[in-house]
Structures are given as structure tokens and as C-alpha cells.
């Protein structure tokens, strides 16, 4: 069985990442080559020359086009043959290679890897933040050299934030604050509720103002490999719930998993936030303190990565605080199995 869902979108690339120049991403384990074309759409095509082979993200642009850099194969944006090696050959349109189905939206350039008769452009992901007034959105990306449903089991399990991210997020009180989790469709969600705490020192920067908060974190899993973490703090006193919380100051980390290969990824984090919007060196600072806290859980899950490796005749083990991870990994398994059932 596979171990990601074929027929689904997943991130390419930041819309600032696809430029003129080819981009080369394996993605789902297939070679992907991407660029825009002078009216700046994307073109998302196999990126291999059906001649020799040769990656077509190292060919030369001409227009719309690409050329391959090997033998001067010349490819429309449609994938099929414009000009042949020799000038004097007759274009034979059926040399073609394969394109992809792409769409834009919350600053990403999302990709269908499957079938692209069920393309569908309404089961993206809602990563609503991104694309609301009121809120700002920016971030950054890693390859990780770990399997993707490990930083899904990162990310819907936060109680690692006191070790791994002391320095910044991370605090005591979230060992002891109970967990809520439960499943609704293709989306799974743990909450978590601290009344009363000390706000880590990101938060206490954020709020401006000294004093214990009530601080919340609700990671929502969204298929096929999408989280998004509602965080924040608000004053004691300020009627912040966990229902509903936008008293004090609120971010939403977003985070798009695209598996490259069965122990590599894409990694795709931001944060968005409705506090402080018109302010772009706080947007910077903080996405460079963000990119930091990330860092240090990449360095993580390819160590563990390389543990699992090493350990063949292991398992990982599930106690009560990766309930969400285990309810996400369930959703993702029931999705290839149905895939594989059609197919």
C-alpha cells in the first residue's frame, strides 16, 4: 500500500517560489517540473524530455516553451512537440510529456498528482486564514529527510513543544493541560486549554503586557497532509474560551506536508495572524523566529527518521498524547485504501 493519497492536491511551491526559470520538485515521487508562462500562469509538466530523458527543468525557456537542453526538443506548455531536433523534421505532436493540473490559492501553487478528471479544485484544502481580510500570511520552506506522517504526528501532538522549543513556545503547563480530540469526516482536531498560565516568552512579546493569560491550542488535520494550529493567549479576565478566543492575540500556524518519497518531504510552514497586520518588520522578525522553531523540528524527525531506519525490528508507540496523530494517520489510510479499492 502506498503511504500518501494520489488522487488529492498538495503543495508545489510558494506562489513566490514558480518563476520564469524551471523548477525541478519531486512530488508523490514523480519528477515535476514547474513555471510560469508570460501571462504568469503555471505550467506544471513531467520532467523528463520524452526524447532522452534529460530533466527538462535544466532546458531553455523560448517564450511559453522549453526547450530541452540535450538535443533542442522543443515542448509546448501543453507539453506536446513544437520543434523537433532537426529543423527539417515534420513535428510529431503525438511526442508529448505528461502535465499536471495546478491551481493558486492562500499563496500556494497547489498540485494534482492523480487522475486529472477528478481535479477538482473545491477539495484544496480550507486554509482560510491565508486569504481572509483582517489577517496576514507568510512563511517559509524545508526539505525534511523524514516521512511525511511523521511531522503530521509533530504537529497534532504539542506536548513536545516543552522540550524541543524551551526557548520560545514551549512551557510546563502544557504536559499537564488535559487533551480534547475527536474526528469529523476527513479532519481530526485536539484541543488544549491553559487558564491561567505565564505566557513563553513569543506570546508574552505579542500581547504587549505583563500578567498571567489564558492560552489555547486546537491542531485541525487536513487531508490529505495539512494542519492547522489555532494558538494564541488572551488576558485573564478577558471572556477568551476555548470556543471562542479573539480577545487577547490569535495566530494560525499553517502547515502543508508534500511527500517527495516514502522518507523525504516538502515542508511548507507559516503562520497567519490577526494581530499587528500592518506591521512587515514584525511580520520578518517573526517569520525568521519561526523558520528557528521549525529548524529544531527538523532536526528532530530526521533523527528519528534515521532511528526507525536503523531499528527495523521496532515500532512506534502510541500513548494518550498522539491520540490526534493516530486519528490522522487512520484518515489517510482509509483514503488510500478506498483509492486502491476503485482502482
Partial sequence: MSTWVTNAWYVAGWDSEVDHTPLARTI???????????????????????H?????????R?????????????????????EMPLKTDRVNTRVCAETYVVAEKHRFVWLWVGDKALADESLIPDLWP????????????????????????NLMDLTHET?????????????????????????????????????????????????????????????????????????VG??????????????MVVDCMTPESEGTMHYFWGMARSFDVDDPGFTARFKRAQGGVFSEDKEILEAQQRAIALNPDLKLNAYNIDEGGTRARQIIRRLIAAEEARA
Fill in 62 to 82: 523560448e517564450g511559453d516553451s522549453i526547450r530541452c537542453k540535450y538535443h533542442g526538443l522543443k515542448l509546448g506548455p501543453d507539453g506536446v512537440a513544437q
Fill in 52 to 60: 532522452r530523458l534529460l530533466p527538462l527543468s535544466m532546458g531553455i
Fill in 238 to 251: 478577558a471572556g477568551a474560551t476555548l470556543e471562542s478566543h479573539d480577545q487577547g492575540v490569535r495566530g
Fill in 130 to 153: 491565508c486569504s481572509t481580510p483582517g489577517w496576514t500570511f507568510d512563511g517559509g520552506y524545508y526539505h525534511v529527510e523524514a516521512d511525511y506522517r511523521l511531522m503530521i504526528d
Fill in 28 to 50: 508523490c515521487g514523480v519528477q515535476i517540473m514547474l513555471y510560469r508562462k508570460l501571462d504568469r500562469q503555471v505550467v506544471a509538466m513531467r520532467d523528463a524530455c520524452p
Fill in 163 to 235: 522540550h524541543v522549543h524551551s526557548g520560545s513556545i514551549g512551557q510546563p503547563e502544557l504536559m499537564e493541560a488535559p487533551l480534547q480530540t475527536r474526528v469529523e469526516g476527513d479532519r481530526a482536531y485536539v484541543a488544549r486549554w491553559m487558564p491561567g498560565v505565564d505566557a513563553p516568552p513569543f506570546w508574552r512579546g505579542a500581547l504587549k503586557q505583563p500578567g498571567p493569560v489564558d492560552r489555547w491550542q486546537i491542531c485541525e488535520f487536513l487531508a490529505p497532509s495539512s494542519v492547522m494550529i489555532d494558538v494564541g493567549v488572551a488576558p
